[in-house]
């Protein structure tokens, strides 16, 4: 996998009742839940604490908390509005469109009390599968889910927290025949990735609650080897970052940008590596998501490649190391170009 292929164990996720509905039955099964990290990037940790959902909660076509059923899918762009976040869900295939926190009240808030768009779409590829059936949606406190199948096998879930940081967002595609769905990021006007240059001048170092050494560790889940970290940021707000975060999914290589190639970091990481969308091949049963706030800057292991009942890791907060992410972030740390067509058409990950 490329180093970016994988989100940090240790996210918060717990399996509180998110649901999905199953491919060529009506049985729902359980699936993992991303819970919210509520601490500051700036500052040091704090002990998780609900405080960043405060009243947090959504409004999906037309039904709040505490509703759970099937319902038909519209015809066009539908609005999931929360407190904290939002964003639109395209009912063809699920893609998302116009990601965005709304920059309400909250103390542990990243965005400075500003509108914050983030992602203008993630778009997912069904290469000739349809999602035909009615929209399973579950709406509860701060939690939504929403699953839709198909043909072929196809499956689409969506789950979603609302609020002001942490694990916030993923989508996990199925297929009956067992290959990986393209998924393509596209980073809103205004927002950009760059190479975290806290991580950059870590490089090798363990760090963690359980290290003995920062040359040898050694290492555990508690004693991690920095690697190079792309996330996400703006000019804007000093405590907004956020981090691709995937599970069983690889990001595909964007790498024929020619003479006109201005990216000087030159290591593969961040080398071919677009400053406004990444391209991600992600397995059947796998996860594409984005974490926020300290959970995008924490030095934590990969991801375990699971596709099926799997069991997040939980009860580390306080015990990784969080480096924290420049502000504002270096022009030379920025990764550019901005989009390229590279990787689009490349062939499937295996």
Not at 203 to 216: E, K, N, Y
Not at 286 to 298: I, K, L, S
Not at 314 to 338: D, E, I, M, W, Y
């Amino acid at each position: 996998m490329t180093l970016e292929s994988t989100a940090p164990q240790g996210l918060s996720r717990q399996h509180q009742g998110w649901r999905r509905a199953a491919v060529r039955s009506s049985a729902v099964l359980a699936v993992a839940v991303l819970a919210a990290g509520f601490l500051s990037v700036a500052g040091p940790a704090e002990a998780a604490s609900s405080k960043g959902c405060v009243g947090g909660g959504f409004t999906v076509l037309g039904h709040t908390s505490d509703f759970d059923a099937t319902v038909p899918a519209p015809s066009g762009l539908f609005r999931v509005q929360g407190k904290y976040v939002q964003f639109d869900v395209d009912p063809v295939n699920f893609a998302i469109h116009n990601y965005a926190f709304t920059g309400a009240a909250n103390e542990l808030d990243i965005t400075g009390g500003r509108f914050t768009p983030v992602f203008a779409s993630k778009i997912p590829d069904h290469r000739g599968l349809v999602l035909n059936s009615a929209i399973a949606l579950e709406v509860k406190d701060e939690d939504a889910t929403l699953s839709r199948t198909g043909t072929g096998g196809l499956s689409m879930s969506i789950q979603a927290k609302d609020c002001a940081t942490g694990g916030l967002f993923q989508m996990e595609p199925e297929r009956g025949d067992g290959t990986r769905t393209r998924i393509v990021h596209r980073i809103a006007d205004g927002a950009f990735y760059f190479d975290n240059a806290n991580f950059r001048a870590r490089l090798g170092d363990f760090v963690g609650s359980a290290c003995t050494s920062v040359q040898t560790g050694p290492p555990s889940q508690f004693c991690v080897r920095v690697r190079t970290r792309v996330n996400i940021g703006n000019d804007v707000s000093s405590r907004f970052v956020v981090r691709d975060s995937a599970q069983v999914a690889d990001r595909v290589l964007q790498p024929a940008w020619g003479p006109d190639f201005t990216n000087s970091l030159g290591l593969a990481e961040t080398r071919d590596h677009c400053g406004g969308m990444s391209i991600w091949d992600v397995a059947s049963g796998g996860r594409m998501g984005m974490v926020t706030g300290e959970d995008a800057v924490e030095v934590a292991n990969s991801p375990t490649d699971c596709v099926q009942d799997c069991q997040a890791q939980n009860q580390v907060r306080g015990r990784l190391a969080v480096l924290g992410f420049p502000f504002p972030v270096a022009a030379g740390s920025k990764l550019t170009p901005r989009t390229s067509t590279d990787g689009l058409n490349a062939p499937l990950t295996p």
